[in-house]
């Protein structure tokens, strides 16, 4: 159900606004639509990303 509601309703935005601010990751469009200048939702962004992801992988 999550996967249906990111593709119909969310996606699209941020799929816009990321080319238009030429962001390629998720850290990429998080940090610039918040104009973090010093890189801190980039870094925690990256962190909880790493940690789901090997969270994943040991599960």
């Not at 390629?24 to 200048?37: A, G, K, M, Q, S």
């Not at 925690?44 to 969270?55: D, E, L, Q, R, Y």
Request: glycine residues 2%; hydrophobic residues 55%.
């Amino acid at each position: 159900m999550g996967y249906l509601i990111n593709w119909f309703f969310i996606a699209k935005k941020i799929r816009k606004r990321s080319a238009e601010i030429q962001a390629v990751t998720l850290p990429d469009y998080i940090e610039n639509y918040f104009n973090d200048e010093k890189h801190v939702l980039r870094l925690i962004s990256v962190i909880i990303i790493f940690s789901f992801m090997m969270a994943y992988v040991a599960a």
